[in-house]
């Protein structure tokens, strides 16, 4: 089974409810950035809390990010971050963890390394799924029939603007989980979330069975609570970006684990 499938599968056998966290790969450096990950796969292992880390492939026109992943993207290609860097480090990742990982990444990327090979790479790597949020659902069905002959997941997206008559082809077509983007705009760090938040979500059930994960402008442990109520994912991308990014030389990552315990404590059971 999938990694992410068995994830979501183990959540709901114990009513659980799974932490999400986004990482820029090779921001600071691709070592750290699976250091991070290994580090925050533990904590949720010693918790009991399901963790799938969300794996950012840098782009130089990233769409939807704010400026503290988008910066993080820049850093991460002026320091020569390249995708077979990338798939390198998961295959190192994979030995020593068991999390699951999905990538985001443009189309473009895929495209350029032709959408095959690409999804081959990424599979054998150890990639579990892959979130490609410049691919309209109505356009996907080649990919779609890449994944799922891999066992790939292919991630859509759901968002408040999304049209009505466009939301049974996405549900439908969603495999692994469904990305809710719980704000109109761009990410990062918000003080709190829709009013409707719940509303939307419980309308979203109503057309799928995979599980629903919501991102964007969570950072708060209160924040991370409320989404635990009504969905199956808490995503967390900005706020994690963001300390990662200021980690200093010798690569302490010691704040990085003060900030994911006091965030995911509202997950524990």
């Known amino acids: 089974m999938n990694r992410i499938d068995h994830l979501f599968e183990e959540a709901r056998q114990r009513q659980q409810v799974a932490f999400v966290p986004f990482l820029t790969a090779g921001d600071p450096d691709l070592e750290t950035t699976f250091r991070v990950a290994r580090l925050i796969a533990d904590i949720g292992q010693e918790k009991n809390i399901p963790v799938l880390v969300e794996l950012g492939f840098p782009y130089s ?6 400026p503290t992943i988008q910066t993080s993207y820049a850093h991460s290609l002026d320091r020569g971050t390249t995708v077979p860097a990338i798939f390198e480090s998961v295959k190192q990742f994979r030995q020593e963890s068991s999390a699951p990982l999905a990538g985001m990444v ?3 990327i ?26 309209p659902v109505e356009e996907s069905e080649p990919l779609r029939t890449i994944a799922n002959s891999l066992d790939l997941k292919l991630i859509q997206l759901v968002a408040p603007t999304t049209r009505p008559d466009r939301l049974p082809k996405i549900a439908s077509s969603a495999t692994g989980f469904l990305y809710y983007i719980s704000v109109t705009g761009i990410t990062g760090e918000r003080r709190s979330l829709p009013v409707d938040l719940q ?3 419980a309308e979203l059930r109503e057309q799928t069975r995979v599980p629903i994960c919501v991102g964007f402008g969570v950072s708060e442990p209160e924040q991370v609570r409320s989404i635990a109520e009504i969905a199956d994912g808490v995503i967390v991308g900005s706020a994690l970006v963001r300390r990662v990014g200021e980690i200093g030389p010798d690569r302490d990552l010691a704040k990085i684990e003060s900030f994911i315990r006091e965030l995911i404590q509202p997950l524990a059971r």
């Open 199 to 201: 509303k939307r979500v």
């Open 61 to 66: 026109d990233p769409l939807a990010d704010g």
């Open 106 to 108: 443009s189309f473009s």
């Open 110 to 135: 895929v495209h350029r390394r032709r959408p095959e090979a690409f999804m081959k790479q990424a599979k054998d790597s150890g990639i579990d799924g892959l979130i490609i949020p410049d691919l």
